[in-house]
């Protein structure tokens, strides 16, 4: 039973590029959270999507971000034109249901550098 | 308000020997859940326990144990027998149901813990 797989590992993009970061949640879970973290940093929360819903985008920034988790295939988070201060690793994580007690399953993350 | 606080600056301890992470939070939901996470160097994030509010016993899963004090809203994690594979980063984090944003999770800063041989 695969866990939550994200990709590209490592991502290299110049300003101003638009930036893809895939996410496969683990099998039968239909919950799906976006997460970023900043060096020395803890997690901040940035969306959570049901299939094709979001469902709470409150930690996303109004422009340039958005996301997606479509019927078929992984979610993704993109990011259009780039700027430094979105370096930062992404994570992904995944959970059955949205139940209180439940934990999330979290991706190995997506390190993303702008250049 | 912070929601989670982690204050402690980084953390050492012998290995075979016990230690306590800090975590206090900030709810004013009756129901909530509390769990904590190990970030090792490699970058994953690796569950390691979960408290509910209502829980009567604190948590307990194999070297890892939550010491939850709910009248001072604090929720420490106590490691026994510290191994060298536990050095990492921890983070608390907590779920709150009445908020509106019942499923996300909200992360403190994180405590480094370094385990000296």
């Known amino acids: 039973n695969a866990g939550v797989m994200q990709n590209p590992r490592h991502l290299v993009r110049r300003r101003g590029q638009e930036a893809r970061l895939r996410c496969s949640p683990m099998?039968?879970?239909?919950?799906v959270y976006w997460y970023r973290q900043l060096p020395e940093e803890g997690l901040k929360f940035m969306v959570y999507l049901q299939k094709e819903n979001i469902i709470d985008e409150s930690g996303m920034p109004k422009e340039r971000f958005s996301a997606e988790f479509p019927k078929e295939g992984p979610s993704i988070l993109r990011i259009q034109q780039v700027v430094r201060g979105d370096s930062a690793a992404y994570f992904c994580a995944s959970s059955p249901t949205g139940d209180l007690n439940e934990k999330l399953f979290f991706g190995s993350g997506t390190q993303l550098s702008v250049l | 308000a912070q929601k989670i606080t982690q204050t402690q600056p980084g953390m050492f301890v012998q290995e075979k020997e016990a230690v306590t992470l800090d975590c206090t939070y900030d709810?004013?939901?009756?129901?909530?859940?509390l769990f904590w996470y190990k970030q090792p160097s490699s970058g994953e994030m690796i569950f390691l326990i979960y408290q509910g509010s209502y829980d009567q016993q604190n948590a307990t899963e194999g070297r890892y144990s939550l010491n939850f004090q709910k009248a001072r809203k604090s929720a420490n994690l106590v490691i026994s027998a510290s191994q060298l594979g536990d050095s990492a980063m921890y983070f608390c984090?907590?779920?709150?149901?009445?908020?509106?944003?019942?499923?996300?999770?909200?992360f403190g800063k994180g405590i480094t813990l370094s385990v000296r041989p």
């Open positions: 984090a907590m779920r709150e149901v009445h908020t509106g944003a019942n499923s996300k999770l909200t």
């Open positions: 709810t004013s939901d009756p129901s909530y859940g």
């Open positions: 099998k039968g879970h239909s919950h």
